[in-house]
């Protein structure tokens, strides 16, 4: 599928689709009226026409240059009078402004043409610092991520690193990113601004891996899930070849390429601790306005074993009806309250680390269609492997809604403010009758749908095409 600007072969692949068709008004019907003719520039049509000529002018002027389309504005003539990224984000904590202004300037430094943050607060409010105070004290989280062409996604990544750090410490974070290969600001951002940032705040060395401009991938020439499996694992690798990131790391913060914020990391930790989870997603939106869910192709419920929600046909249909067919799962999502899956990831997922260890080192990888296991996503196979060596407990915080393109974003911060209001969240913190703890099924599925990747080479392929039904994961 086409993505424009941000990485489509680091996210799960959900289906192939077709582009909608778009649709346009008809046209007015032919009038019979006799119009009697009048002279061209008369005294009452001047001002109209010589109107519409300088608006034509600046719409000509306007096809020679490149808007920013991250900048939304009541009135923008790209090129005649070009748009800017905001310079300064107001932030009441000063020190926070200040730290979280410099970096920003340092950003357009580096990417002039690059977008502003999407989340215009990123700071953390008084009721989500006394919530997630407890975290402090529960081990190091590591950071981790494949991703390219992501400069517009990181000022909100660079302000949440700001946020977290001042929050949990500069000890409490490490950080693993492989980048590439990117044709914007990315890499420059991740070496020159990221990386000081990072020493600037105390973060020690031994706590950091960027590896940035990986080589083109020829993907004609590679199976995409094998492919990615192996990239994930080369960014998470320093988690079992580092003895101190062994020893101290106790949650796993792997995302995809999604705008970001502090307060959505720390709520998803804060549960993925609270319950004893093995793995604890968000959820991840193609589009909100008609809402189309986008991880389908990984996620499974726990009582029956099906997608989040089944489709008979092989192209994205709006998912605004999400678990027809698990109705504890659905009453829980429209609540914003956590639920239990079999398996998610969502863009977002944070993961228990010692499955990675000794004595089970799980890694990702492509299902063994020898054996008869699904050709599935990377990331539903992983699921799978944490079941298998007893960390299955997996759930959704739908309270953490995530997109990957600017505008989803937006439309999804907009929408999701307006249900937590309707359901009486209060500075960032949920209502207690909707703030209950996980009741765990310790017991899998029978069987979980399975839709396999063909045996083709490719970044694209139609994994509808065949349904089949069969056991959670491989039993040796």
């Known amino acids: 599928m086409r993505r424009s600007s941000s990485s489509s072969f680091f996210k799960p692949l959900p289906l192939s689709f077709k582009t909608p068709r778009s649709t346009s008004p008809p046209p007015l019907p032919h009038s019979h009226t006799h119009i009697r003719h009048r002279p061209l520039l008369n005294h009452e049509n001047r001002l109209p026409l010589i109107t519409t000529l300088v608006v034509g002018l600046l719409f000509l002027l ?17 090129g005649l009078l ?54 402090k004290k529960q081990g190091k989280f590591l950071l981790v991520t494949n991703t390219r062409q992501i400069q517009d996604h990181l000022p909100d990544l660079l302000n949440s690193i700001i946020v977290l750090i001042g929050y949990l410490g500069k000890d409490q974070l490490y950080f693993s990113i492989l980048e590439g290969p990117s044709s914007d600001c990315t890499p420059q951002i991740l070496n020159n601004v990221l ?20 080589p083109k991938i020829n993907w004609s020439s590679h199976n995409r899930i094998e492919k990615i499996a192996e990239l994930r694992n080369r960014a998470l ?25 502090a307060g959505d990391i720390l709520e998803l930790v804060f549960q993925h601790k609270r319950n004893g989870a093995g793995i604890t997603t968000g959820m991840d939106w193609w589009k909100k306005k008609p809402e189309y869910y986008y991880d389908i192709w990984v996620g499974r419920t726990i009582d029956s ?17 999400l678990f027809p067919n698990s109705p504890p799962s659905r009453s829980k999502y429209q609540n914003l309250s956590p639920f239990q899956v079999f398996s998610s990831w969502n863009a977002l997922a944070i993961l228990s680390p010692e499955p990675f260890l000794p004595p089970y080192n799980v890694r990702f990888r492509r299902g063994d269609t020898a054996k008869g296991e699904c050709a599935a996503s990377e990331c539903t196979l992983i699921a799978g492997d944490y079941w298998r060596a007893g960390f299955g407990r997996v759930m959704v915080v739908p309270s953490v ?76």
């Open 62 to 78: 306007s096809l020679f240059s490149h808007p920013d389309s991250s900048i939304s504005h009541k009135f923008q003539i790209p």
């Open 82 to 135: 070009p748009s800017k990224p905001h310079s300064t984000i107001h932030i009441a904590d000063p020190m926070l402004s200040q730290r979280i202004n410099a970096t920003y300037s340092d950003y357009l430094h580096h990417c002039p043409n690059g977008a502003s943050p999407i989340c215009s607060d990123p700071s953390l409010t008084p009721s989500q610092k006394k919530r997630y105070t407890g975290l």
């Open 195 to 214: 990386l000081p940032l990072l020493t600037s705040l105390g973060v020690p060395s031994s706590q950091i891996e960027i590896s940035t401009d990986e």
């Open 237 to 261: 690798q320093p988690l079992w070849l580092n003895a101190q990131w062994s020893r101290e790391i106790t949650a796993v913060v792997f995302f995809n390429d999604v705008y970001l914020s």
């Open 305 to 321: 074993g099906d997608l989040f929600y089944p489709i008979d046909n092989p192209w994205w249909t709006p998912s605004s009806d």
């Open 401 to 476: 809604q995530l997109a990957y393109e600017r505008d989803v974003a937006s439309d999804t911060i907009s929408e999701l403010s307006k249900q937590k209001t309707r359901l009486g969240w209060v500075d960032g913190v949920p209502p207690k009758k909707y703030d209950e703890k996980i009741d765990w099924i310790d017991k899998p599925p029978d069987k979980v749908r399975c839709h396999p990747w063909p045996e083709v080479n490719g970044l694209s392929a139609n994994v509808w095409e065949e349904t089949r039904w069969v056991d959670p994961y491989l039993r040796e």
